[in-house]
């Protein structure tokens, strides 16, 4: 695992490795493919070789077998020269000439029988090379054994089969040869025995001693199918092939020896005893013998294989030695990587300072990557250097930005002004800059029972437009009383008209609302129209939209009018809000705006401005905000006399989330009969007990159910009445708790009931239609 | 002192003689004589005797092969109890007057098949040609192939009839079907039914091996044979369920006796001389086996023998 690591942690070692199994690989295919063609050469060479041993060993053996038949039948004449005389003693002689010339066992000579006069004498060839002549008694009956009977029967020269000799049971063949006298009948056999030692053991001696691969062996199958020489000396004289073949499930070699004692020669690759093996065969023409000269393949294959495997671990040996020097050679030269390597990781960290180390000359690539290196480091020295710089001098610009924020935001309505409420308007603001510093603006203030208010749009963002934004203000609150929109309007075009290089403008809405009569004068210079609310309807109030100022010094503006009735609400807003865009790059729309403003137009102003922005939120999610936003809510309102009669009505759902809803209704209402904060408080507390009542018990398993609220303003009562169609419960009937007891003694539940009692001055239940109807009743004492 | 010595040696006198007299009581020694060399032809009595069957019957007993000595005259003369021949040959010594009986009968069909280098289909096939055979081969039966043949056939008994035949000098060879037959085709010579002729299928079926005593040993000795006839059944017995056990022991006997031996020629003999011995397993010779032997040797053979006094 240690060496896997360095050798991927190392390029030294990585390439080294790489090019070590790479050569490796290359070098073993090579040497493979060239052992098989060396394998395959091998086989031919054994082969021939065997081939031209197997042409020795019958020349060999001819030899040997002509000079005996050669010796045998030169004698013909002289046999019967001796036999015409009947010179017994010349006869033995000759025959004991013959066992001196050639090298065999014993020479004879059997005469035919007559009558049953028989007449055999033997030359026998003593150990010690003495040869003594005997002769055969009566009772041997040579001219019943093949030697004799073929030769006579067909008067022809014979070699017979191998038999065992019955002097020291030797395994020999027997050449005879009839002598024919003149008139064609044979007169006697004269033959010889040659030991088969002599011929067979001195072949596989030859064979183990001169074939050129280890495991050759010689088989000789004598003429009536028996073993004469096998490397399984058992089975010679006592097998024959077709037993061993039959005994030893080797078909082939039965099917070779039989072409072989056909007369065929030739080679193949047959399976002998289990293996696979190179045969070379012929068969001897004088005796018909069978040879056969086989070497097994695995021998051949096994030369190979030592000889691959010596050759493989020298090779192997070689490349270890060669990879190592590669890989010293590799590390001597990618030093300078190692070095490198370090002085990026000193530079990652931040050192611009320590230069890369040169201490080598290579000239090559890998110096010029160091100075490369180098120059980059200086490079990246000096940028980090402008990058300081600049961070600083935008932290400088940031801070100037967020002065200039602050300086236009308290050119807007502070915190406290951002409402007014008396008994005659209510006005609510927002914005909400894109950049530190934007180019919306808003702003009013109440002259002489006249609300003057403002809402404009300068074209383009940031610190320009913030000037803009700032010169319009300041113009706002320069106005009296008196000013009209119009002459402000007028007056903002050809301020900025004048040497507008810049080409910058600003769209603007100004108005005048007189609060004694509701009558609303205003002048659109080009910005988006402002939508009324009235009888819970949201309208766009219809006006000249004029020009943007700031585009043509002259322009003529025209002003238009409105008379509001008590419960109007105007809302002004600029263009960030219809288009704001969300991750879909959809626009929330003028519709989208007005839906919201529909939804809750009974809402109070602040509640108004914080649902639209609560919408807005939703539909645009995380999508950057790309323009400044900004919406004012003017609620007109005429203090109620107590003689008039005030109805509102709310549905809410058993969802908690609509409490906030409700409390701001029930705020609407109290702003829109100036009640006292202190009296709204209390009704807000009880409402509220009552609402989270039905919402958490009326519908048990059930949402989205509907319950309504219903407030009536009359002869100075204000009468709530709740009605669920939830489970029938009456909580004026519970008992009310004794509030001097200690608060651990006390039992649980029934406070709400008793503090809706405590702030109302009536609290009724019916049950009418299957529906909850509690009632409750607050007296508001006279202004 | 004197005294003393004398008394001693009495007593260890007495002491030999009496453990002699003992051991000869517990086995009988006794021998076997096969009228050929060791081979799977005798396969059932080698292996009683190698497998301890004889002497766990109670009986000491050799089996000793062909050493060139006739096997009637191995029982006439005492030098073998038992010994093993064909019927033909028995029931001539015994028209010869040696008193031998038949005491197991192994071989029930004739093994004697005539091979041939041209197709044959009957004896009448045969005539006006040399034929073959091994040296010593039953008179009684050649006499009457000739008789068959109307004298019109030449049997020549000579050594090595089957390398006279392979090598071709001889077209014919009359041989047994256990070994001869078997030399010829592991020779290389191809035997099929179109070049053999069975002599038991051609009214010539006489039965073969069987083990002779002579009456006055039978008489003497009954139990002894009986010992040897129930040993040499398990031999059998043994023999025909385990072939291979059997040839093992064949083929060690033959390699101690410097005999060319190998297995597959051994085992085919085995399972020749068990077909030759039936189905039915029956060891013993019946009258019409013997009927038919007496019938080739004429009338006058009727009245010398009757197959009571020949088989036990």
């Known amino acids: ?26 070098v073993t295919c090579v040497y493979a493919i060239n052992n098989f063609r060396t394998r395959n050469h091998m086989v031919k060479e054994a082969v021939k070789d065997n081939a031209a041993m197997v042409d020795l060993f019958i020349s060999k053996i001819g030899k040997e077998i002509n000079l005996v038949e050669h010796n045998i039948k030169s004698r013909d ?63 041997y009956k040579y001219y019943l054994h093949t030697y004799y009977l073929v030769p006579e029967k067909y008067q022809k020269d014979y070699w017979t089969a191998p038999y065992f000799t019955t002097i020291a049971s030797q395994r020999a063949i027997t050449f005879s040869h009839p002598i024919i006298d003149t008139t064609g009948d044979m007169i006697a056999v004269l033959g010889a025995d040659i030991l088969l030692e002599t011929l067979t053991d001195t ?67 047959a399976n002998l005893y289990g293996q696979r093996t190179i045969v070379t065969y012929a068969q001897m023409p004088e005796l018909e013998w069978g040879i056969m000269l086989a070497t097994p393949y695995d021998t051949i294959t096994s030369v190979i294989l030592e000889y691959i495997i010596l050759s493989f671990v020298l090779m192997f040996i070689g490349f270890l030695i060669m990879g190592f020097v590669i890989y010293r050679i590799i590390w001597s030269m990618s030093k300078p990587l190692n070095v490198y390597s370090h002085a990026s990781a000193r ?344 609402v989270v009542n039905i919402i958490n018990y009326a519908y048990p398993d059930k949402t989205d159910c509907d319950s309504s609220l219903r407030v009536n303003f009359k002869d100075n009562v204000l009468t709530f009445i709740l009605t669920d169609s939830g489970i029938p419960f009456d909580p004026t009937g519970k008992q009310d708790p004794d509030v001097s007891l200690d608060i651990s003694d006390r039992p649980i539940g029934g406070l709400g009931i008793f503090l809706v009692k405590k702030i109302m001055n009536e609290v009724s239940y019916e049950y009418i239609s299957e529906q909850n109807v509690l009632t409750m009743k607050k007296e508001l004492k006279t202004k | 002192m004197k005294i003393e010595k004398l008394i001693l040696s009495v007593l260890l006198s007495t002491l030999f003689f009496t453990a002699k007299g003992q051991s000869s009581v517990s086995a009988m020694q006794s021998s076997l004589y096969t009228f050929w060399t060791a081979q799977s032809q005798y396969a059932g009595f080698i292996l009683a005797e190698e497998d301890g069957l004889y002497k766990a019957n109670g009986m000491d007993l050799k089996v000793i092969h062909f050493d060139g000595t006739p096997a009637v005259e191995m029982l006439q003369t005492g030098k073998a109890d038992f010994v093993s021949l064909t019927l033909l040959d028995a029931l001539d010594a015994r ?8 005491i197991l009968q192994f071989s029930h069909e004739s093994s004697f098949v005539v091979v041939s280098n041209e197709p044959v289909r009957s004896l009448k096939d045969l005539k006006g040609q040399e034929i073959v055979t091994y040296r010593a081969f039953n008179t009684t039966l050649k006499n009457e192939i000739y008789r068959r043949l109307a004298q019109n056939v030449s049997i020549k008994e000579i050594y090595s009839c089957v390398e006279a035949f392979c090598t071709g000098a001889y077209d014919y060879v009359i041989c047994t079907s256990y070994n001869e037959m078997y030399e010829i085709e592991e020779s290389g010579f191809d035997i099929s039914s179109k070049n053999i002729i069975h002599l038991s299928k051609c009214g010539l079926n006489i039965p073969e091996d069987g083990i002779y005593v002579m009456e006055e040993f039978l008489q003497k000795n009954p139990k002894a044979v009986d010992k040897f006839i129930k040993a040499s059944i398990e031999g059998w017995s043994i023999a025909s369920q385990d072939i291979e056990h059997s040839v093992d022991v064949t083929l060690t006997r033959m390699e101690r006796e410097n005999l060319l031996h190998n297995r597959y020629h051994e085992r085919n003999m085995l399972k020749e001389m068990l077909r030759l011995h039936g189905k039915d397993q029956n060891f013993s010779l019946t009258q019409k086996e013997f009927d038919e032997a007496l019938e080739l040797f004429g009338e006058e053979a009727k009245g010398i023998i009757d197959f009571d006094s020949f088989a036990r």
């Open chain 1, 77 to 139: 004449m002289l046999f019967k020269e001796y036999y015409k005389k009947r010179d017994v003693d010349a006869l033995d002689a000759m025959i004991k000439d013959v066992a001196k010339e050639c090298n065999v066992r014993e020479v004879f000579y059997a005469l035919r029988p007559r009558g049953e006069r028989t007449y055999m004498a033997d030359a026998l060839k003593e150990p010690d090379g003495k040869i003594n002549v005997m002769r055969r008694t009566r009772n």
């Open chain 1, 347 to 690: 530079i990652a960290a931040g050192d611009f300072d320590t230069p890369v180390e040169m201490t080598f000359s290579s000239g090559d690539e890998l110096e010029k990557l160091g100075k490369d290196m180098d120059d980059m480091r200086v490079k990246l020295k000096n940028y980090y250097e402008d990058i300081q710089i600049s961070a600083a001098q935008r932290e400088s610009m940031e801070k100037e930005l967020s002065i200039a924020h602050d300086i236009q935001m308290s050119m807007l309505p502070v915190e406290s002004e951002v409402s007014l409420s008396n008994e005659y308007v209510k006005v609510n603001g927002y914005l909400n800059p894109a950049k530190e510093v934007g180019g919306d603006l808003w702003q009013y203030m109440l002259k002489d029972g006249k609300l003057m208010f403002i809402i404009g749009d300068v074209s383009g963002k940031g610190v320009p437009a913030s000037l803009v934004m700032a010169q319009t203000v300041c113009l706002f609150k320069a106005q009296d009383a008196d000013s009209s929109p119009l002459d402000l309007v007028m007056l903002i075009n050809s301020l900025l008209s004048e040497n507008n290089e810049r080409n910058m403008f600003e769209t603007l809405i100004v108005g005048k609302l007189d609060l004694s009569d509701g009558k609303l004068s205003f002048c659109n210079a080009g910005h988006d129209p402002m939508l009324l609310v009235r009888d819970g309807k949201v309208e766009e109030i219809p006006m000249n939209r004029n020009l943007p100022v700031g585009l043509i010094e002259d322009f003529q503006y025209r002003i238009d009018s409105l008379t509001m009735q008590p419960g109007d609400k105007i809302l002004l807003y600029t263009d960030g809000i219809p288009e704001a865009e969300n991750e879909m790059k959809e626009l929330y729309s003028l519709k989208r705006l007005e839906n919201a403003l529909l939804e809750n137009c009974e809402a109070s102003t602040e509640g108004i401005i914080h649902s639209i922005r609560e919408d807005l939120h939703k539909y645009v999610e995380s999508a950057p905000q790309s323009d400044d936003i900004t919406m004012v809510c003017i609620n007109y309102r005429k203090m109620i006399s107590n003689t008039e009669n005030l109805t509102r009505t709310i549905v809410f759902k058993n969802q908690m989330s609509e409490v906030s809803r409700i409390a701001e209704f029930i705020e609407g209402i109290g702003e829109e009969l100036s009640i006292d904060f202190s009296v709204m408080n209390g009704i807000q507390l009880a409402i509220e007990e009552a």
């Open chain 1, 203 to 269: 072949l596989s001696a030859n064979v183990a001693k001169h074939s050129p691969i280890k495991g050759s062996y010689l088989m000789l199958v004598s003429k009536d199918g028996r073993y004469l020489a096998h490397p399984d000396k058992k089975k010679i004289a006592n097998e024959t092939y077709i037993t061993d073949a039959r005994e030893n499930d080797c078909p082939e070699l039965e099917i070779i020896v039989r072409k072989i004692l056909d007369g065929e020669s030739g080679n193949c690759i």
């Open chain 1, 1 to 26: 695992m240690k060496i896997v690591n360095n050798i991927k942690s190392s390029f030294a070692a990585k390439l080294s490795f790489m090019l070590f199994i790479g050569t490796f690989i290359v």
């Open chain 2, 95 to 102: 028209l010869k007057g040696v008193k031998l009986v038949n």
